[in-house]
């Protein structure tokens, strides 16, 4: 069975992007749910498919991040890994809808872990908003911003990832997006406007566009349910496939799987020192659709 690919909310199972596209596990309720109860869920997960991915927000209940930690130390497994990008809900959801797709090829699972950290490189997540008085989770928003949000009728273009950007909202205004061809998907909250799709997709040049249900985290990460949450992304397996192949991978000396990057997802171990000896690599560098290698390897390098 391929690696399974888990979210903490059926809101975040996005629907397939093509017939390869693996359905997601949803672990769903696990604040409120009795630990023996989800403690099994995850446990029934690693024994189907041998290791299990974890995808979920930073705007997820501290609980939700508890119980899958404690989780993941009472099965005292190294085949779980909790992943948790740096993007809001509705980009978290697109990613884990990706390494959906991954899944279904023949990448190892630390590999397929390890992908998540240099796709997220490769997303344009943000959203209008009706008011940033509340959001602090995206730097660029400061006190004048904070002040102007006040103003009737305002309206507010944030991009949270990858460069954080604010802009007001205007006809003849928009936000720097991505230099590849790249779809739209795009999650309506309370807030009326065409901006996302009349202004910022046609500056961006997407090539398709979809809607779907806006995640249940997203007011609470954006501070206001006035706001459409949007995010660009790559559609197609191939390219994904390809960036990920181009990334000289090597064995974690830890566990043994593996990995792209300098970190191992599941284990959390990094490379040992220079003077210790070096890791294999398996197979060579090759180009990859939107971005040099070069890019993919300094993406795999960075922080979570």
Known sequence: MPT?????????????????TLPAAVLADLDRRPLDEALAAVQTLVEQHGHVIVVYSRGAPVAVEQRLHTIRSLLESDRIALFRPEL??????????????????????????????????????GALLGSVARLDRVPVVGLKSHARSWV???????????????????????LPGPEFGTWM???????????????????????????????????????????????????????????????RQSVCHWCGIDVIGDRC??????????????????????????AHSAHSARALTAGD
């Open 4 to 20: 399974a690919i888990a979210v903490t909310g059926a809101d975040l199972a996005l629907p397939p992007q093509d017939e390869r």
């Open 88 to 125: 809001p809900p509705l980009g978290v959801a697109v990613l884990a809808r990706q390494l959906r797709q991954l899944a279904s090829c023949d990448l190892g699972p630390g590999v397929l872990a390890s992908a998540g950290r240099l796709l997220t490189h490769y997303l344009h997540a």
């Open 152 to 174: 009737p009728g305002g309206q507010f273009a944030v991009l949270a990832h990858p460069q954080p950007q604010l802009v007001k909202a205007a006809p003849d205004v928009t």
């Open 185 to 247: 998907l795009v999650g309506r909250g309370q807030l009326q406007s065409d901006w996302v799709t009349g202004t910022l997709a046609p500056a961006w040049r997407t090539q398709g566009l979809r809607e779907t249900e806006l995640p249940a985290e997203s007011a609470d990460w954006w501070g206001t349910g006035k706001l459409i949450e949007f995010c660009s992304y790559l559609p197609d397996l191939s390219v994904l496939y390809q960036l990920v192949a181009s990334v």
């Open 265 to 290: 997802v599941f284990c959390s171990a990094t490379p040992p020192p220079a003077s210790e000896p070096a890791v294999r690599a398996i197979g060579p560098a090759r180009s990859a659709g939107p």
